[in-house]
């Protein structure tokens, strides 16, 4: 284990591996972590949520049998093995298929229908995790017959979740809970049809992610890379301050067409952001916005 390279004015971590008292020691190691991760790596999470960012780092000093977050730092820098691992922790990964089925109901009544008036639409599926909303869309619009002319751009901070998106096996004992989501989410068909069991995993049909372009994009620091009919940006700005909230806003709001539509999770509102006005509500209670100017 590394000795603390902090003053002796703090106890160390203590021993049941819970974070010390919040002081503001710990304040200035964790700012210059992440400022050291942003101009290292890239990766900026300096306006992240505090509390939920410093729970997440703690876990990551003892997870690497270190006692302080200067500590982390040091290894960080140094061993990109070590980024990787972080960026996990930070970057919340939980996700389901056909999450809040009430959420697809709305978009095959709401969304689908306009989509239908486009020869060829462009959809973003912004923080897409391990990409079961992915297919999970994927399925929605093939069962509507507007897959055919849908390219999808399913994108995330994350390497190693879409790299798993990619492949399309979600675990085996999840189906049971997907497919009583599926059909609350109005689906039409038998759920099974769309995989095979593979060792204690469904493989998802390949042609459900033919139309789907997988790439690795930062929504706080990189730029917007298309025009886009519909923006799903869901349970990804929760973990964010205020501040970053307004950036991806920004993003969104740059990326959509006029009359585009944004979906955001069940926390989510356009509401109280800067671009507020730019939208009128499609189905609010689902957190669907349509541009209007
Ligand atoms: C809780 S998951 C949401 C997954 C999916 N959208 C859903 O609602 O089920 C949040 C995802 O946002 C991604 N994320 C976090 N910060 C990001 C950023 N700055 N740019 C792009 N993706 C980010 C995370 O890697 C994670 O996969």
């Not at 059909?183 to 469904?202: L, M, P, W």
């Amino acid at each position: 284990m590394s000795s603390s390279p902090v003053g002796a004015s703090r106890e160390p971590a203590g021993a049941g591996n819970h974070p010390p008292a919040h002081d503001d020691l710990e304040e200035i190691e964790l700012s210059l972590l992440l400022e050291g991760v942003f101009r290292q790596y890239g990766f900026d999470f300096r306006e992240y949520a505090p509390a939920s960012l410093r729970r997440r780092v703690w876990r990551r000093v003892f997870a690497e049998g270190l006692q302080t977050i200067s500590a982390l730092q040091d290894k960080l820098l140094h061993d990109p093995a070590c980024m990787e691992r972080l960026l996990l922790d930070l970057s919340i990964n939980v996700t389901a298929m056909f999450r809040d089925p009430s959420f697809y109901i709305a978009f095959r009544e709401k969304v689908v229908p306009a989509l239908r008036t486009y020869p060829f639409t462009r959809i973003w599926v912004a923080g897409c995790s391990t990409g079961e909303e992915v297919y999970s869309l994927a399925i929605l619009l093939e069962e509507e017959q507007v897959y055919d002319r849908t390219r999808i751009y399913a994108t995330d901070i994350n390497e190693s979740v879409l790299e798993q998106a990619r492949a399309g096996v979600f675990p085996l004992d999840k189906m049971r809970e997907y497919t009583q989501n599926y059909i609350k989410a109005g689906g039409t068909r038998a759920f099974s049809e769309y995989y095979v069991a593979k060792y204690d995993g469904a493989q998802f049909q390949r042609s459900l992610v033919e139309n789907v372009v997988f790439a690795q994009h930062n929504l706080v620091s990189d730029r917007s890379f298309n025009e886009f009919n519909v923006i799903v940006c869901r349970n990804v700005m929760i973990y964010f301050d205020r501040a970053l909230q307004d950036k991806v806003h920004r993003l969104c709001y740059q990326s959509l067409m006029t009359f585009g539509i944004l979906a955001l999770g069940a926390e989510e509102t356009v509401k109280f952001s800067p671009f507020e006005d730019c939208y009128e509500d499609l189905d609010a209670n689902e957190r669907l916005y349509k541009k209007v100017k």
